[in-house]
């Protein structure tokens, strides 16, 4: 199975920081990497596809980069509702499998 | 506008068999290249892909729990069942159904998902 391993598990950052998450995969995955934010008791939503593509309707504060193995999730300027936990996905060969969550907390 | 929403037992018992159906709305199932998946999350965990159905009929499975899964689509109903056998308490989990676009194999919309408890 190829593991995918989120850094940081978690970090504090004030509203308007400029907030990075990484994702490392155990394989080259080329771009088969995809973001996700989760609210508390919600269903996860789709952000980042493709590595970098920007789902419909998401704020272009957030922006993918990467390919292989290591990628990137940044929010540009950090909002109130962005505080959030972030999973990362890769869907090059299954098992599909998920990245530990990097939960964003409010400084 | 695409929705899906899963349904079934919010209590199983050990052993049990939980069967879980997800009804879509937005799409169809007989559509060249769609298709549904299922995804768990354990309380305060991350998140675990099962099992996915397409339009063809073809299917994917977690191989850790492959033995223990079965996914059917019922595309008049818009709905797709998932059956997990022998339910264990480490089986406790919100299960989400979600769509699956065919560039990349990205799943952009989910259910609201239910939550699991295994416990006699």
């Known amino acids: 199975d190829i593991q995918m391993t989120q850094s940081p598990s978690s970090l504090s950052a004030s509203v308007g920081d400029r907030v990075t998450i990484t994702c490392r995969a155990s394989?080259?995955?080329?771009?088969?990497l995809h973001w996700y934010q989760q609210t508390p008791g919600k269903a996860p939503k789709l952000l980042i596809y493709?590595?970098?593509s920007l789902h419909s309707g998401v704020p272009s504060r957030f922006s993918g980069s990467g390919s292989g193995s290591d990628f990137t999730l940044t929010i540009s300027s950090l909002q109130p509702e962005d505080f959030a936990t972030y999973f990362c996905?890769?869907?090059?060969?299954?098992?599909?499998?998920f990245g530990q969550g990097t939960r964003v907390e409010i400084k | 506008q695409i929705t899906l929403k899963e349904s079934g037992p919010t209590l199983v018992k050990p052993t049990e068999t939980l069967t879980l159906t997800c009804t879509f709305s937005?799409?169809?199932?007989?559509?060249?290249?769609?298709?549904v998946g299922w995804i768990r999350q354990p309380p305060g965990k991350a998140l675990e892909w099962l099992a996915i159905i397409y339009w063809n009929g073809d299917k994917l499975f977690s191989p850790s729990l492959k033995s223990r899964l079965t996914v059917t689509k019922e595309t008049s109903r818009n709905q797709v069942v998932l059956t997990v056998t022998n339910m264990d308490p480490m089986d406790t989990a919100t299960y989400y159904c979600?769509?699956?676009?065919?560039?990349?194999?990205?799943?952009?919309?989910w259910g609201q998902g239910t939550m699991v408890t295994v416990s006699s």
């Open positions: 493709a590595a970098s």
């Open positions: 979600a769509h699956r676009v065919p560039l990349y194999d990205v799943f952009d919309m």
């Open positions: 996905h890769q869907t090059d060969s299954t098992p599909w499998t």
């Open positions: 394989e080259n995955i080329k771009r088969y």
């Open positions: 937005g799409f169809s199932l007989t559509s060249s290249g769609m298709g």
